[in-house]
């Protein structure tokens, strides 16, 4: 049995599976950045996407137009990421307790719309594997990277799209000071909550595609929370980054890699208690939040809110 799991077909299966997993992860854990990064923490990022998960997951069911469904799932988690940045950024709420409260306004509201419009485990046809041409064929590496669907490139690229604007770009500069010293970037004219607001709704437009990457192109498939705390990773993964983009990926990779590694081990039926196996990513993500909190230095201003003077 051993033998089988580290088979060649084995391990290209854990890591085409990694590579896939670590979709949600990473469009979750890089629109938190952004918000972060200009001060504000959004604990609501689970609850935002079960909401984007249902949506999409709907718009398909009724209409079977996938797009249709990306782009709802887009709309709900920016309207929700509005909310949170009005409740954080104009109303001075504790940030903390707020997105407590929009991760059980996500989870309750999206169990309330399963049971009134569905109320049945239905599936979906999501996203089309799209193999790249050539690319794709290679041996090996052609599975491993080059057989996913839209969502799988888009979130790999999306990485190094967000690092080129956060540190190479002004509105980068800004929401960096922002998330610095307000009160220093107020000074120079940059409007505190201008880009706080556009951070946070953009943030939460992020965790809507990471809600319908779950439900319309991972598992096809709507159920109460579907999620089950991968938002919170996804928090988690932001710190283990260092609020960088390229690092944030890694740890995406890390957990996803782990999932992929539970799922096989179930699969092969290697006589490990399968509540141990489905444990290790939330172990892991205790380890991971001590060690971060042991090197990473968050920004100045982090869930601090800005009461312009004068």
């Known amino acids: 049995m051993l033998q089988e ?3 060649t077909t084995v391990l290209i299966g854990i890591l085409a599976s990694g590579i896939r997993l670590a979709t949600p992860y990473l469009y979750a854990a890089i629109g938190e950045t952004i918000g972060q990064r200009s001060g504000v923490l959004n604990l609501g990022v689970d609850g935002i996407m079960l909401m984007g998960a249902f949506s999409a997951f709907y718009v398909v069911f009724r209409t079977e137009n996938l797009f249709l469904g990306l782009i709802v799932a887009m709309i709900v988690g920016g309207l929700m990421g509005l909310a949170m940045a009005f409740i954080s950024v104009t109303m001075h709420a504790e940030q903390g307790i707020s997105g407590i409260g929009v991760y059980l306004f996500g989870l309750g ?3 309330l719309l399963f049971q009134k419009l569905v109320n049945n485990v239905e599936t979906v046809q999501g996203f089309p594997e799209i193999h790249i041409r050539y690319l794709s064929d290679i041996p090996y590496i052609g599975e491993i990277f080059f057989q996913h669907n839209i969502l ?3 979130a790999y690229l999306l990485v190094p799209i967000v690092g080129f604007i956060l540190n190479k770009t002004t509105f980068g500069l800004k929401i960096r000071a922002v998330g610095e010293n307000p009160q220093a970037a107020d000074t ?3 409007n505190v909550a201008l880009v ?3 951070t946070v709704t953009v943030g939460g437009v992020f965790s809507g595609i990471a809600g319908a990457s779950l439900s319309i192109a991972l598992l096809n498939v709507f159920q109460q929370n579907l999620t089950t705390g991968l938002g919170f990773i996804a928090i988690a993964l932001v710190y283990f ?3 960088r983009p390229l690092y944030v990926m890694a740890g995406s990779l890390i957990f996803s890699f782990v ?3 539970q799922v096989w081990v179930q699969v092969l039926g290697i006589p490990i208690p399968s509540d141990i196996a489905v444990m290790m990513p939330y172990l892991l993500t ?3 939040l001590v060690l971060s909190a042991q090197r990473a230095r968050q920004p100045s201003a982090l869930s601090k809110p800005y009461m312009r003077s004068g």
Request: net charge neutral.
């Open 259 to 261: 999932n992929a590694l």
């Open 152 to 154: 799988v490139y888009l």
């Open 5 to 7: 799991f580290f088979s």
């Open 109 to 111: 509201m999206s169990d």
């Open 196 to 198: 706080r607001y556009i």
């Open 188 to 190: 120079l004219g940059v």
């Open 241 to 243: 980054g260092g609020w």
């Open 286 to 288: 205790i380890i991971v």
